[in-house]
């Protein structure tokens, strides 16, 4: 260990200028590997070797950094997720982008934590959360907080949500309650609001799902229906939780309506917008999303449609007092712990710190790659590529419509495409369903392992769907005809290797 001509160690290192050359040499091979991102396989398997080089034994004795960096080139770069590739469709996953390196190392380098006091870092996170105020429509004196990713902003959401309904809980969990609180979603809104209920103590099966229409939007009218129920069960329907954006299909619930409806009826309205709040950027779907404004809490990600790397998701909640109420430990009843004891100047004030707003205390300072990409792209150019991906959606689809051994699953409201491969003779019962979805499997995963393209899957109506969602402002329209070709040839090969081993007479 360095001991810079001093018995005392330190761990920073002893020759800059060496450590200087291996970081200039690491930032080249940073954008090297972006620039050419095009030419790899979307993704490839770890190799067993590689994975058991990476299972040494802990590190006892100091390693140079130039060769821990050179075993990170070799065994870990060349393994990526694959979702900086434009050929990237699986989940919902952002592309990043290349100020990422740049604003990620200086985060790195000022190693601010966020978790509250007094420094640059947190008047960067309040900008970015003003800008979101503005984004959407929300209220001047409206709160917000930038976390892991939007499992754990609707986590606080519905913290929140359930702090307003009653306040003791907090304190006291639901040993007084003699009646349950009971919460409201479509039976096609993500499980992390289930988890969030699960976290807060309330339990996964206090979610009502509510069925979905045709579109795959929250049928209102059943949503209506069940909370009168449950009220004339006895039970306290608390929150409705409606999704901006489905993970399956994109689907945009009528938030318009709900947050009616949660008005007249006295109900926290939390809105779970991870993949599709942000195309309020967009012209072209602004106006889907209408009544968003009105969410009392809305949960959202940076690190999905906005390409800021990972991680970073945010919650904006309309009533900062709730919301600061729901979590902080700086308040009389939780006593006020000393080494949480702020000042009204020098280091420990700052006023609200960003700990009293959820449940972490130390926090990175996410808010610099945010602030350096909304300032860098401006928001009008990432609702370009909002526009852009759904067009490119549309795209697939008409592609998909065009050939007659595909097939489309579900309608394409955003910039999620379900499909699969299912030609004529193989639909309507004369291909077992199993059958049919085990071939869509195997589609996807040889299109994946061949690196052409990365879909995923999805249950639709209870078929395997192959699922591409585009949230990458690296895919060209091309791109998409390369995956139809590829799940094209893929299912083929794989019919005539049926056909091949079928038993005579079967057709
Ligand atoms: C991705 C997603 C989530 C979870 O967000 P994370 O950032 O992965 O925690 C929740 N809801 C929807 C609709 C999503 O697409």
């Not at 979307?42 to 060769?67: A, D, G, K, Y």
């Not at 100020?99 to 420094?119: F, P």
């Not at 640059?120 to 503005?134: D, F, H, K, L, T």
């Amino acid at each position: 260990m360095p001991n810079h001509g001093s018995d005392e160690l330190c761990l920073d290192p002893e020759d800059w200028e060496e450590f200087r050359a291996t970081a200039h040499s690491a930032l080249d091979t940073a954008i090297e590997f972006l620039k050419t991102v095009r030419e790899r396989p979307v993704w490839r398997p770890v190799p067993q070797e590689v994975r058991f080089s990476l299972e040494r034994p802990v590190p006892v004795e100091p390693t140079p950094l130039r060769e821990v960096y050179k075993d990170f080139t070799e065994s870990i770069l060349p393994y990526a997720t694959g979702n900086i590739h434009p050929r990237f469709f699986g989940w919902v996953h952002g592309a990043g982008m290349a100020s990422g390196i740049v604003s990620e190392a200086l985060a790195a380098a000022m190693n601010s934590n966020c978790g509250g006091r007094d420094h640059g870092a947190v008047y960067v996170e309040r900008a970015v959360i003003s800008w979101c105020r503005q984004i959407f429509g929300f209220p001047e004196d409206a709160s917000g907080l930038l976390v892991s990713g939007t499992s754990m902003a609707n986590l606080i959401g519905i913290g929140v949500a359930r702090h307003w309904f009653d306040e003791t809980i907090r304190r006291n969990g639901l040993a007084s309650h003699t009646s349950v609180p009971v919460a409201y979603a479509s039976a096609e809104a993500h499980e992390s609001i289930a988890r969030a209920l699960e976290i807060l103590g309330l339990g996964a099966a206090s979610l009502r799902k509510i069925p979905v229409k045709r579109d795959f939007t929250i049928d209102s009218q059943l949503l209506a229906a069940q909370v009168a129920q449950d009220r004339q069960a006895g039970l306290q329907p608390f929150c409705v939780a409606g999704s901006a954006g489905t993970v399956n299909t994109g689907a945009i619930d009528p938030l318009d309506d709900l947050a009616s409806f949660c008005a007249a009826e006295g109900l926290w309205f939390h809105v779970d917008g991870a993949l599709g709040a942000l195309a309020v950027l967009s012209e072209t779907t602004r106006d889907r999303l209408h009544g968003i404004e009105r969410a009392d809490s809305l949960a959202f990600d940076f690190h999905k449609w906005a390409q800021v790397a990972y991680d970073c998701g945010c919650i904006l909640v309309r009533r900062a007092d709730l919301h600061r109420a729901a979590f902080s430990m700086r308040q009389p009843s939780c006593g006020q712990p000393a080494y949480l004891a702020g000042m009204d100047r020098g280091l420990a004030g700052g006023g609200d710190w960003a700990c009293e707003y959820g449940p972490e205390l130390s926090r990175g300072f996410r808010a610099l790659k945010v602030w350096f990409a909304l300032r860098e792209h401006g928001t009008r150019n990432i609702g370009r590529l909002i526009a852009q991906n759904c067009a490119q959606a549309e795209h697939l689809a008409e592609r998909i419509a065009g050939e007659p051994e595909l097939q489309l699953l579900a309608p394409v409201s955003l910039n999620i495409v379900c499909f699969r491969f299912a030609p004529p003779g193989l639909r309507d019962g004369k291909m077992p369903d199993a059958s049919l979805d085990r071939l869509n499997q195997e589609i996807v995963a040889d299109v994946q392992e061949a690196g052409v393209a990365a879909p995923s899957t999805a249950r639709i109506d209870g078929s395997l769907a192959i699922r591409a969602n585009i949230t990458n402002h690296r895919s060209r329209r091309d791109d998409l005809d390369i995956l139809a070709d590829a799940v094209l040839s893929a299912g083929r090969r794989r019919l005539g290797c049926l056909s091949f081993s079928a038993p005579a007479g079967s057709a």
